[in-house]
């Protein structure tokens, strides 16, 4: 996992960034949310911090903040976890193939890939 601060500062830098990267864009907007647990996804994730800050835990349990203009890169099977969101937060995600969001970012625990971990409510 890499977070890279003041990445960008327009929308339009980070429509060309995804673009060099050839990832699919999508937005995904976050309402305030509990910290997840560690897991991974099976895809290679791009993602652009538009607005609202949070934070990601890397697999060794050290906090990233995460405030507009970032942009974090999460490899296929990187174990991480999505910090608690406390205000809308907004991303442009962008991944390697089109597809159902919900589907494309199921949560496999990084110690038994087979399993499916479910969001807290």
């Known amino acids: 996992m890499k ?3 003041h990445f960008f500062t327009t929308r339009e830098e980070v429509l060309e960034d995804l673009k060099k990267t050839g990832h699919w864009p999508t937005t995904y907007v976050s309402e305030p949310s509990p910290e997840l647990p560690l897991h991974c ?3 290679d994730v791009t993602g652009y911090v538009m607005s609202g800050r949070t934070y990601v835990l890397d697999a060794e349990g050290n906090r990233h903040e995460l405030e507009p203009g970032d942009k974090l890169e999460i490899p296929a099977g990187s174990a991480h976890a ?32 087979d399993r499916i971990i479910m969001p807290p409510d």
């Open 41 to 43: 996804h099976d895809l």
């Open 82 to 113: 999505e910090g608690e969101v406390t205000e809308t937060t907004t991303y442009i995600v962008g991944t390697a193939t089109a597809g159902q969001f919900y589907q494309q970012f199921l949560m496999r625990d990084p110690d038994d890939l």
């Open 3 to 5: 977070v890279h601060k």
